[in-house]
């Protein structure tokens, strides 16, 4: 019998070691609870949840919205009036786009590949 293959012929022990003792299960009593940065112990289904659709409904599209700090005559500008601010209509400057659609192309994210969407589907494995 060769010497390295007795010598490599010991039992497996894991690399890992794990600290401490065991931890608890926690055994959940069941129905969904309101989540910790819910505003006002809201709970999901509940009457003051709003559906995603009635949300969704509501959003307004993005839209690139310029401002300008309203200035007082007397003594500049007040911490009170920086909070203020009101619309100015202006044409785009150099530089400025009105959409991420209109980004040249080298700063566009770049749409999946189908090679990378199946690598996603299959949870990254291969």
Do not use: W
């Not at 794990?18 to 609870?33: I, L, S």
Request: proline residues 7%; contains cysteine; positive net charge.
């Amino acid at each position: 019998m060769r010497q390295t293959v007795v010598r490599l012929a010991k039992s497996y022990t894991p690399m890992i070691k794990f600290v401490g003792a065991r931890h608890p299960v926690v055994q959940h009593t069941g129905g969904a609870g309101a989540h910790a940065c819910a505003l006002d112990g809201i709970a999901p289904g509940s009457s003051q949840c709003l559906p995603a659709a009635e949300y969704l409904s509501k959003l307004k599209p993005f839209e690139v919205v310029s401002y300008k700090v309203k200035n007082t005559p007397k003594k500049g500008v007040s911490e009170t009036d920086k909070r203020r601010l009101t619309f100015t209509d202006r044409a785009l400057h150099e530089n400025e786009v009105a959409s991420v659609l209109d980004l040249p192309k080298r700063f566009r994210v770049r749409p999946l590949e189908d090679p990378e969407i199946d690598v996603i589907n299959a949870g990254g494995a291969r």
